[in-house]
């Protein structure tokens, strides 16, 4: 069965740290491209970070230098972790291919950052 299973949400107060995870069901994402998005109350899905196969990295301008994407094929898991979380990071996060493909959505992991 394809399925990912994200973790590690929470609240947290502005300045603090989550790492986020992401469980996958094995080899169609291990051989992938993913992604970490996020959606925010009324604002559209974003992609805010991405890794390849090989490892090499991309972010969404608003969290470069604060996230960091990582991946361990051998756990089937992609990370995400978080740093310097503030008010505007609030979302519910979710891991895909990238680019995402609809029937791969979990149900995500909600972060909440306060002010």
């Known amino acids: 069965q394809v399925q990912l299973v994200e973790s590690g949400g929470g609240l947290v107060q502005a300045g603090g740290s989550l790492r986020l995870s992401c469980a996958h069901s094995?080899?169609?994402?291990?051989?992938?491209?993913m992604g970490w998005y996020r959606q925010a109350p009324g604002k559209t899905r974003e992609l805010v970070a991405a890794?390849?196969?090989?490892?090499?990295?991309n972010y969404a301008d608003s969290v470069k230098g604060r996230f960091t994407i990582s991946r361990d094929n051998a756990k089937r898991t992609v990370y995400l972790q978080m740093n310097s979380l503030n008010a505007e990071d609030t979302a519910v996060y979710s891991c895909?291919?990238?680019?995402?493909?609809?029937?791969?959505w979990g149900q995500g992991t909600q972060v909440t950052g306060s002010s």
């Open positions: 895909n291919r990238d680019p995402p493909v609809d029937l791969f």
């Open positions: 094995g080899i169609l994402f291990s051989l992938s491209a």
């Open positions: 890794i390849t196969r090989g490892g090499n990295t």
